[in-house]
Every structure is written in C-alpha cells, then in structure tokens.
C-alpha cells in the first residue's frame, strides 16, 4: 500500500499495540490507588475523610499539565516538520486534559468547602492556574471547532497552543506574586502527610498518568485510522 | 469507606471495559482498513 | 495590484527597505487609515466611558467600597477599547485585501508583525489615556504626578495586549466567528497583565503604600518581552497561506 498510509497504519498499530498492554496493569493499578485511597490510608486528623480525594485530585491534576505539555509540543513539532501526526497529539491531548482538568475543577471545590467553607479560594496559585488552564482548553478547542480541516486549522492551532503553553507559568508566577502582597488567609495545604498517605498518593499519580496516556493513546490512533479511511476514500 | 471502595472499583471496572471495547473496535477498523487499502493496491 | 497597494515615500519600491523603514511606513499606513476614520475610533472612546459611567451607577458611588474597587473597574473598562480596536485594525485589512498585499512583498513577516503591533498599540494607547482621563473625573480622583505611574502601566499592558491581541487577531481575521472568537482566545492570555495591573493602580489611586508598583513593572515588562518575541516568531505561520 502507498507509503504514508502504511506509515499511519503501522504508527495506529503501534499505538493501539501499547495501549494493549497497558490495559491490564491500568486496571490493576487504579485498583490499588482505589484500595490505597479508601483503605490504607489512614484518616487524616484534621479534614476527616473527606481529605481522600486529594488521592485523585493531585494525581488527576499533574496530568492536566502533562498534557499541556503534549499540546506545546505536538505544535512545535508540527510547525517545524508539517507532518499531520503532530497535530494529532495535540487535539487529542488537548480532548484529554480537558476532562482531567474539568475533573480537578470539580474535585477542588467539593474538598475546599467542606475544609475551607468556600467553594473556591480565590488566590491559591495552583487552582487559579489550573482555572486559566481550563480556558485556554476551551479556547483551544472552539478555535479548533471554527476552523475548516486542513494545514490552516493545523497551524493556527499550533500557534496558539504554544502562546497558551508560554501562558501558564506566567500566570503561576503573576499569582504567586500578587499572594505575597495580598495574604490569603487559607492555607493551602496544612495537611502533614503520613507515610501510607504519601504511599497511596505515589499509587494514585502512577495510575492516573498511565490513565492519561492511554487515553492519548486511544485517541491518537483513532484519528490515524479516521485520517486514513479519509486518504482511501479520496483516492 | 469498604462500600466506597466497593462502589468504585464497580465504576472503574464498569468504565474500563468500554475503554477495552473502544480500543477493540479501533483496531477492527484498523484491520478493516489494512484489507481495503491492500485490495485498492490490487485494483491499481 | 489592487486596492490595497500603498507608496513607499519617494514612490520607491519596497523591495530595498530596510526592516526599521518597512516598519514606520506600515505603522503610517495604518494611522492614515484610522485618521481616516476617526468616527468609529471616537466612538470606542465614549464606549468605554460609558462602561465606567455603567459601573458608577451599579456600584454605589460613594461608597468606599467602590473606591476600592475603582482600580478593577478601570482595568475592565480598558479591556473594552483594546478588543474593539484589534477586530476593527484586522477588519480593515480584510475588507480591503490589504493584508495578502503585504504578504506578497518581499517583506519579513516579522516586520509585518511589528508594523501592525505599534499601530495597534498606539492607538490603544491613546484610547486608553482619553478613558484614564475620564475615569480619574468620574471616579473623583485627584490629578497628581502619582498618577504616572498609571500612565506608565497603561502604556506596559497595551503593547502586551497588543502584542497577543495582534497576532490571535490576524489569525482569526479569515474566521466567520472572529468578532466573539477574538475575545475568548484572547482574555485567558492576558489575564496575567490584569493582576498586576490593577494591584499597582490601586495602590497609586488610594494613597497606599508602594509595595507592588515595582514588581508591577517588571511583571509587564516580563510579559511583553515574552510576547513580542513570541509574535515576531510566529507571525509568519498565522499569515502564510
């Protein structure tokens, strides 16, 4: 068969072979985050059980940015080499960090306002950025969904996903900054971890990222095969 | 907590058969395919 | 060529221009356009008094609260200008053609950049201090040479919005969405120039103690370094066709 379709069928085989073997030890693996989570931790002295998200919610949370990361570089790349592929990475991190970061929104409150009595702790650097984070998401995604298919939509999307990208540690550190001027009263975290918390957190983070990636995965491959069936039929 | 416990790693198993049934089907259309491209080459 | 053809000064060819030369005669092209329109551009001013004026009224005026508030209240009532200045200067170009012109001279793209940049960010500039202006009368502030400062970070926050706003803006300009599509690609990238924006203003309007003017400073300073260069890379992607 010609040559780029035996390219995107062997790189789909590729990614769908991966995620094959990765199914079984997710599976295992968020049993045990779970297992961790529920049963092995201990109760946390101060927050009480409500404190066991915070498994998820920080294991879940990283990935957001991961994924980010996934989103900068799959346009760099594309910019540089215009090989579809890359903008194939970048939409389908940016479908998944999306939900992760919808996902760590959610949480958040549901821990704050039991603890903190407030839904959102306005001024905590890390839930700002992830807030702004989530926009640019959204925003990624919309221009995405304005833009007819072909090397245009590729690129502008590249370059704002690389504008976003240098976004984000901007905002961390405007925020950080503007913290020191204006003290929140609530403090982030005065949780001390115990040796079995920080155990089942390891678990939950490993998990999650696996999760993450194997959803890319997934993703990837279904527009590898989506673009292919596109390439047969207008042969 | 054991009922949480219980009650998620339903969930879970519940969601991570439809990823593997995803991931089935993607390479079923990704078989589909091969066959196709390679029966187009033959036509050629 | 068509319409969108414009003479280098001496009725030379641009192909010996210099980039800096280049520059200034996009940067006058573009001011010449919008002199020559100076209608809709007035009209921008008083939108965005009317806004302040909105927010006069929907706060209790004379209450302290609002004077708190009264930093915040400017900042957003600028974000209103800039918007609308960045689809009309993108507006222009496409109802001209101008912009595929500009694309075919022998011309850097990252030149191109600049020039819509500066005219952009000077006439934000001069927008934004007209509405300063208004806001200081309305809001009941007093004149003094503090207010500077202000000055000094309206000038800073406009060429970064500028800078993100110019290029997200040329490349939305072939979207049919672009005039509400502009604003939510926009608004998250600069919501780091609100922050300290609005921090530093304040402390200047309500007398406080200098303590994040500086730092104010540097942030949008930080900002727009990273902007313009970010820009003036990848300017050439957004306008190629």
Known sequence: MSSPINTSWRVARLYLRIADWSLIPLYFLMVVALYGAFLYAPTEREMGDVQRIFYFHVGVAWNCFLAFFGVFLGGVAYLITRKRSWDHLAASCVEVGVVFTTMVLTTGPIWAKPIWNTWWPWGDPRIMTTMVLWLIYVAYLMLRSSLPEGETKYKYCAVFGIIGFLDVPIVWFSIRWWRTIHPVVITSSGAELEPEMIHALFVSVIAMTVLCVTLVMLRMAMRLNSSMAEELTHS | MIYLFFGYVVIWTILFLYLVFLMRSQKQVNDKLKALSETLDQQD | ?241
């Open chain 3, 1 to 241: 060529m068509g319409p969108g053809t414009w003479n280098a000064p001496g009725g030379r060819s641009d192909k010996n221009m210099n980039p800096i030369a280049l520059t200034w005669v996009l940067v006058g092209k573009d001011l010449k356009i919008e002199y020559r329109s100076r209608q809709a551009y007035l009209t921008t001013v008083f939108f965005a008094i009317l806004i302040l004026v909105i927010f006069n009224f929907a706060f209790d005026p004379g209450s302290p609260a609002t004077r708190e508030a009264a930093s915040g209240i400017l900042w957003v009532a600028l974000l209103f200008p800039g918007i609308i200045r960045l689809n009309r200067s993108f507006q222009v170009e496409m109802e001209e053609g101008t912009l595929y012109g500009l694309i075919l001279s022998p011309a850097d793209r990252g030149v191109l950049f600049l020039g819509k940049l500066l005219a952009n960010w000077l006439f934000l500039m001069v927008v934004d201090l007209l509405v300063f202006l208004a806001f200081v009368i309305v809001y009941n502030f007093s004149f003094s040479t503090q207010l500077l400062w202000i000055v000094l970070l309206i000038v800073l926050s406009a060429l970064g919005f500028s800078a993100v706003g110019t290029l997200l803006g040329a490349m939305v300009s072939t979207i049919r969405t672009r005039e509400v599509l502009l604003p939510v690609l926009l608004f998250p990238i600069i919501l780091p120039i609100i922050l300290p924006a609005v921090s530093g203003t304040q402390e200047i309007l309500l007398a406080q103690e200098i303590q994040s003017l500086n730092r104010s400073v540097e942030l949008l300073v930080a900002f727009d370094l990273i902007y313009l260069a970010a820009g003036y890379l990848l300017f050439d992607y957004v306008v190629a066709d």
